[in-house]
């Protein structure tokens, strides 16, 4: 089993749409990211979580610590949108210095006009 | 700040063949580490350099090398290149909890 797993794989909305996409994982963690990735792209840093809320723009995103589970929103989904979104946690306490990121597979969104 | 930079971004290998990637650090960043997406996948990490150490390395084969420089930039090397190896190398430099990502290195062999 994979100690990142995201849900759904794929994603296909209208434009306008309110979007989440979830990410559960399995072990402690000191923080999760959330990134984004267009087909044959490199990957952007969206946002990277220890605890609570944050949001930029159109997207929110959350975390759970002692669920163990975090979403990314996205309010007034646009085409633009469409990207492979990925969740990756950093492993072990805070404050280390272990900089290594466990990926999930990613969630395939594509936002129809 | 021009943020992490890669070279070269594209790059065709034959089988057998040695290539180098080579990764500049966000300003400021001290730790690099290494990943391999391969299509369709997600990331996989290859090793972590910090003071110039290699600090952490992923279950990649002995094929797979590399090195950090007194300046925190690193390389990335790749020995008897297989057609598996065929992917894009991704460099993400850290320091104090950020990490920011290049644009990625897409190596196709051949």
């Known amino acids: 089993k994979n100690e990142v797993e995201q849900s759904p794989q794929n994603l296909t909305a209208q434009e306008g749409e309110f979007i989440t996409i979830n990410c559960s994982y399995s072990?402690?963690?000191?923080?999760l990211h959330w990134l984004q990735q267009h087909p044959g792209g490199g990957i952007v840093s969206l946002f990277m979580?220890?605890?609570g809320k944050k949001k930029h723009g159109r997207l929110i995103a959350t975390i759970n610590i002692q669920e163990k589970h975090s979403s990314l929103h996205i309010t007034a989904s646009h085409p633009r949108d469409s990207a492979v979104y990925i969740c990756?946690?950093?492993?072990?306490?805070?404050?280390?210095?272990?900089?290594?990121?466990?990926f999930g597979k990613g969630t395939l969104l594509t936002v129809n006009p | 700040d021009a943020g992490v930079t890669q070279s070269p971004t594209h790059l065709i290998k034959t089988r057998g063949q040695q290539v180098t990637l080579r990764c500049s650090p966000k300003?400021?960043?001290?730790?690099v580490s290494w990943y391999q997406q391969a299509l369709g996948q997600g990331p996989q990490f290859i090793f972590q350099?910090?003071?110039?150490?290699?600090?952490q390395r992923g279950n990649f084969p002995d094929r797979f090398s590399g090195h950090q420089f007194p300046n925190y930039s690193s390389e990335l090397n790749v020995n008897a290149l297989l057609l598996g190896d065929s992917a894009l190398y991704l460099c993400?430099?850290?320091?104090?909890?950020?990490?920011?990502f290049g644009p990625g290195t897409r190596l196709t062999v051949t």
């Open positions: 350099y910090y003071e110039e150490e290699e600090r």
């Open positions: 072990v402690g963690i000191s923080a």
């Open positions: 990756a946690v950093r492993l072990g306490s805070s404050g280390g210095s272990n900089y290594k990121l466990t």
């Open positions: 979580l220890s605890s």
């Open positions: 300003s400021g960043h001290d730790t």
């Open positions: 993400a430099s850290s320091k104090a909890g950020e990490q920011y």
